[in-house]
């Protein structure tokens, strides 16, 4: 069974800048949630996907965006970067057609903005 | 979702077991009782969930009280790999725009030495 993958694993950017961010599903997941994780804190909840659409958000702007793909793979987008957006970003996955099915997370993109 | 209270920190000597307790004294019939731990620069790891009864897996026990107020994440043997940020969650059952969702808190370090 293959776990939850993500790439890059590091990645800078300058402020202004837009990022996109990719992640696999564990085989036989579904739907995909993003969370960012600022140093010392615990993650934050951005979105989840299910069905190739957005259902469900966090307290994030417009500017965080993301896709899912037929495959269940899916990216988090990012635009117009702003320094705080300097965090661990980290997708899970989980299946939606079994109850209860926990969430699996991937080791995250470490994303810094200068 | 309800609120947790975990203390910050614990400390464990090897090969003795680690007890961490997790109050929630706002949680609903309908929620569940989730740990993760997130080892340094790692995604979180998914460790055991129960709703009421008690229960283990390969890697943890959960005891949770009979009023459900609160709970105990047992590691019956702690390794020095154990050392981790350990996180209580409670969750409604997932369904719909909640099922992606995990509120993390700042969790409790647990370090174990030998």
């Known amino acids: 069974e293959t776990g939850v993958t993500q790439s890059p694993t590091h990645l800078i950017k300058t402020r202004g800048q837009q990022v996109t961010l990719r992640c696999s599903s564990q085989s036989g997941h579904n739907t995909v949630s993003w969370y960012q994780q600022a140093l010392g804190q615990g993650p934050q909840f951005i979105f989840q996907?299910?069905?190739?659409?957005?259902?469900g958000r966090g307290n994030f702007p417009p500017r965080f965006s993301g896709l899912q793909f037929p495959n269940y793979s899916s990216e988090l987008n990012v635009n117009a970067l702003e320094l705080d957006d300097s965090a661990l970003y980290l997708c899970?996955?989980?299946?939606?057609?079994?109850?209860?099915?926990?969430?699996?997370f991937g080791n995250g993109t470490r994303l810094t903005v200068t | 979702d309800a609120k947790t209270t975990q203390p910050p920190s614990m400390d464990c000597a090897e090969g003795r077991a680690a007890n961490l307790p997790c109050n929630h004294s706002t949680i609903s019939g309908n929620e569940y009782v989730y740990w993760y731990r997130q080892i340094h620069s790692q995604g979180p790891q998914y460790i055991i969930h129960g709703l009421k009864n008690n229960e283990t897996n390969e890697m943890a026990s959960l005891i949770i009280t009979e009023d459900r107020k609160s709970s105990t994440l047992i590691l019956p043997h702690a390794t020095l790999r154990d050392t981790a940020v350990y996180y209580c969650?409670?969750?409604?059952?997932?369904?719909?725009?909640?099922?992606?969702?995990?509120?993390f808190g700042q969790g409790t370090i647990l370090t174990v030495h030998p």
């Open positions: 969650i409670v969750r409604v059952a997932p369904g719909g725009t909640s099922y992606g969702k995990l509120t």
């Open positions: 996907y299910y069905r190739e659409e957005e259902n």
């Open positions: 899970a996955s989980s299946s939606m057609d079994r109850n209860n099915s926990p969430l699996h």
